[in-house]
């Protein structure tokens, strides 16, 4: 089953306004990550927050994490048309064991943003 | 090398032909991982190798798929007597260590498998 699961599927901005992007998982973590995707290609690691974290900053982007709702939140403020990709929350499990083990990262489908100029 | 590098970067093969698909990690990175990404889902993980370890291969879907790693470095991934289904991307992960509590994972830029 799908442990993380972002919402929207899709968000559509113009440019300059803020982009958020919510990701919701079933299980205990170690740690989330948000990574990003341009056009189906190879993803790339944007931001790490553990599981004992409640925010963090990287130059534009804003994750939060609430492990008592098992949910986190990606900020991109001041969008530009650049930031168009899709977005996955991913999280580790790594230290607890569910059997079956998906590996360490389970990822889920992704919110595809759309930043018009 | 600087990065994950993933080859071919496309492949179309014809039903029941046998691929393989390349990844060579990051130089130094311990553990690599598998993952397969339909149009438009998620990414599913297939398997991943950490050092010298057994491989964790729960993810792959049948036995026509397996993967090997050799000397700890670059990896491959056969997929025997394709099925349609079987179209996707291929993407190849490495990390420093198996569990990622300080860094993220490093992708390629994947293979797009096609089967007709």
């Known amino acids: 089953s799908q442990q993380g699961e972002e919402d929207p599927q899709a968000l559509s901005i113009q440019e300059g306004e803020n982009a958020t992007m919510n990701c919701s998982y079933k299980?205990?973590?170690?740690?989330l990550q948000w990574y990003r995707q341009n056009s189906g290609r190879g993803l790339v690691h944007l931001i790490l927050?553990?599981?004992?974290?409640r925010e963090k900053h990287s130059g534009r982007l804003r994750v939060t994490l609430d492990t008592s709702k098992k949910s986190s939140s990606l900020l991109i403020t001041a969008s530009r048309a650049a930031d168009t990709a899709s977005y996955f929350c991913?999280?580790?499990?790594?230290?607890?064991?569910?059997?079956?083990?998906?590996?360490?990262?389970?990822f889920g489908k992704g919110t595809k943003l759309s930043v018009k100029p | 090398g600087a990065g994950v590098s993933q080859s071919p970067s496309n492949k179309v093969t014809e039903k029941g032909k046998d691929v393989e698909l390349r990844c060579d990690p990051i130089?130094?990175?311990?553990?690599l991982y598998w993952y397969r990404q339909s149009l438009g889902q998620g990414l599913e993980f297939l398997i991943y190798?950490?050092?010298?370890?057994?491989?964790?291969k729960s993810g792959l879907p049948s036995d026509r798929f397996s993967a090997e790693r050799t000397g700890g470095s670059v990896s491959t991934l056969t997929i025997q007597r394709t099925q349609q289904e079987d179209s996707a991307v291929y993407l190849c992960?490495?990390?420093?260590?198996?569990?990622?509590?300080?860094?993220?994972?490093?992708f390629g830029s994947g293979t797009r498998l096609t089967v007709v």
């Open positions: 927050i553990r599981s004992n974290e």
């Open positions: 190798f950490q050092g010298n370890s057994a491989p964790d």
């Open positions: 299980t205990s973590i170690n740690n």
């Open positions: 992960a490495s990390s420093l260590v198996r569990q990622t509590s300080n860094y993220g994972y490093t």
């Open positions: 130089s130094g990175h311990t553990a």
């Open positions: 991913a999280t580790d499990v790594s230290e607890w064991n569910y059997g079956g083990s998906q590996g360490n990262l389970i």
